[in-house]
């Protein structure tokens, strides 16, 4: 035990000196540290009628949010959105029509207190409770009226997401629209950080900067509001956190098929 922690101390003694080493040539201070835009100033969802859209972000290989949303001309929606320990589904056929979710949850604590908030919601009905092992699935109805149209909100988190880290822009892209890279260097944010190995780009609307898609990815070093504190958490965390976001809109007419657990008997 004693010799194990001889060891660790000695390897952080070897990190914090290779810290103060590389601070030679590297500052201890972020004299210019790049400040990202807020969302509203940097990108949007942008207005439509009639839209697919897909998004997912990427954690060290693991997906921590993914979404799947149909909108149509005609006031139908559909969404997916997928996420630890739980999957919800989300389907109205028109403006006047009801809602149905489709909840799948893994965990009977974290189930047990999804059900009582919806037993709680007076606009909420269960239809139907199914369970099978670890995994408890609820199909619930709402009116109408008690939920607008999520599919955009949603799709706005994977866009928000993107203002991590700041751009530049490098070209023209697809008719109508701009490419924008990724940029690395350190960050003021609620703390600093910094952003390595940024690459990608993504594709927006040139006037309104709504995002047509997008593809970025980048390593995350947080803290590190010095050199010496970038190389230490580096040294001692998981640090750095490989992050990858993809968006794709597509515009246009589009259809939306009424899923086939809404129609199951209960």
Do not use: K
Not at 15 to 31: I, W
Not at 46 to 74: E, K, Q, S, W
Not at 196 to 204: I, K, L, N, P
């Amino acid at each position: 035990m004693e010799r194990r922690t001889a060891g660790a101390l000695i390897g952080i003694l070897v990190v914090v000196c290779a810290g103060l080493g590389v601070a030679v040539a590297y500052p201890f201070t972020t004299s210019d540290p790049h400040a990202a835009a807020p969302p509203s100033e940097q990108f949007t969802v942008g207005d439509g009628a009639a839209y697919t859209a897909t998004g997912r972000i990427v954690v060290d290989g693991d997906v921590r949010l993914a979404f799947d949303g149909v909108v149509t001309a005609d006031g139908a929606w559909y969404q997916r959105v997928e996420e630890p320990n739980v999957t919800s589904e989300a389907y109205r056929a028109g403006p006047t029509e009801p809602v149905y979710q489709r909840l799948t949850i893994t965990g009977q604590d974290r189930a047990e207190r999804r059900r009582e908030r919806i037993r709680e919601d007076e606009d909420s009905r269960l239809h139907r409770e199914r369970r099978d092992g670890g995994r408890v699935t609820f199909v619930v109805e709402r009116p109408a009226d008690s939920d607008t149209e999520p599919v955009s909100g949603t799709a706005s988190v994977f866009v928000t997401s993107l203002s991590v880290v700041s751009y530049r822009t490098t070209a023209s892209g697809s008719p109508g629209s701009t490419v924008h890279e990724p940029r690395s260097g350190w960050y003021d944010g609620r703390r600093t950080y910094r952003i390595t190995g940024a690459s990608g780009e993504v594709d927006a609307d040139a006037e309104t900067h709504a995002v047509r898609s997008a593809n970025v990815s980048w390593e995350l070093t947080d803290p590190a509001g010095t050199y010496a504190e970038y190389v230490l958490t580096s040294g001692t965390s998981d640090d750095p956190t490989t992050h990858r976001v993809m968006i794709e809109f597509d515009r246009g007419e589009t259809d939306v098929e009424r899923p086939s657990w809404v129609e199951e008997p209960g």
